[in-house]
C-alpha cells in the first residue's frame, strides 16, 4: 500500500532499517525510563514550560493554553475513532474492503499495544494537578502512540492513492505534522513527560511502518500468484 510503484530491495531494505531503528529508539528510553536515568531532564523540560512559582500554569498567554487543549484533542481517542470510522466506510462504498479492514485492524493493534505498553510500565503521571484531566499511566504516550499510528497510515493511504509528488509531499507532510503537534501539546500542558511523547512516536511510527510492509509483502504475494 505504501511502496505502491516503488518497489525493489532497495526500498524494503530502508523499511526495514527504520523499523529497526524506531524500535531500537523505543528500546533505548524504556531502557533509560525504567532505571531512572531521564527524571532530571525531563522534570527540567516539563519547568521549562510552566509558569515561574505556578508549575500548574503553562507559558504563554491563555489563548496559546486553549489552542493547546485543542490540538491534543486531535490524538483523542474520541477523535481518531470517529475519524477512523469515517475513513473505513469510506473505502467500503468504494469497494476498497481490504484497505478498510487493513486500516481498522492497524489502528486496533496499535491502541492495544499503547494500553499494553501502559500497563508494564505503569509509570506516574507528572505531579502536575489542574492541568488537564487524565486517566491512564504515563509511559509511553497513548495520545503519541495512537496519533503516530492513525495520522502516518492515512497519509500514507492517501499519498498511495495518487500519482503527484507535492500531493504525497504534502499528505505525509500533514500526517508527520499533526503527529508532532499532537505530542508537543502534551508536553506543554503538563500531562506527560518528554520521554514518554518520544517512545509514543517511536512504537507507534513503527508499529504504522510494520503494518505498511506487511501489507507490501502481502500485495506482492497477491500480484504474484495472479
Known amino acids: 500500500m505504501i511502496w505502491h510503484k516503488v518497489g525493489g530491495s532497495t526500498s524494503s531494505y530502508a523499511a526495514g532499517a527504520a523499523l529497526a531503528v524506531l524500535l531500537g529508539g523505543f528500546g533505548l528510553i524504556a531502557d ?8 532530571k531532564i525531563d522534570e527540567a523540560v516539563l519547568m521549562a514550560f510552566r509558569t515561574p512559582g505556578d508549575p500548574t500554569d503553562p507559558i504563554g498567554p491563555a489563548w496559546l493554553e486553549e489552542a493547546a487543549r485543542d490540538v491534543t484533542a486531535l490524538g483523542s481517542f ?8 469515517v475513513v473505513v466506510l469510506h473505502l467500503f462504498l468504494i469497494e476498497r474492503k481490504r484497505t478498510g479492514w487493513f486500516l481498522t485492524a492497524s489502528v486496533i493493534g496499535g491502541t492495544l499495544l ?12 507528572p505531579d502536575l494537578t489542574g492541568v488537564a484531566r487524565v486517566f491512564t499511566t504515563s509511559f509511553p504516550s497513548g495520545h503519541a502512540t495512537v496519533s503516530a499510528v492513525v495520522y502516518l497510515t492515512l497519509g500514507a493511504l492517501l499519498a498511495e492513492m495518487t500519482e503527484s509528488r507535492g500531493q504525497k509531499i504534502l499528505y505525509l507532510g500533514s500526517a508527520v505534522l499533526l ?10 500542558l503538563g500531562v506527560h513527560y518528554p520521554t514518554d511523547v518520544l517512545a509514543g512516536w517511536s512504537i507507534g511510527a513503527g508499529w504504522a511502518l510494520a503494518c505498511a510492509m506487511l501489507a507490501h509483502l502481502y500485495r506482492q504475494r497477491t500480484a504474484a500468484a495472479a
Open 32 to 39: 533509560e525510563v525504567s532505571d531512572g536515568e531521564t527524571m
Open 78 to 85: 474520541t477523535v481518531l475513532a470517529i475519524l477512523i470510522t
Open 179 to 188: 503527529t508532532v503537534m499532537v505530542g508537543l501539546s502534551r508536553v506543554y
Open 114 to 125: 499503547s494500553s499494553g505498553l501502559k500497563s508494564l510500565f505503569d509509570r506516574p503521571r
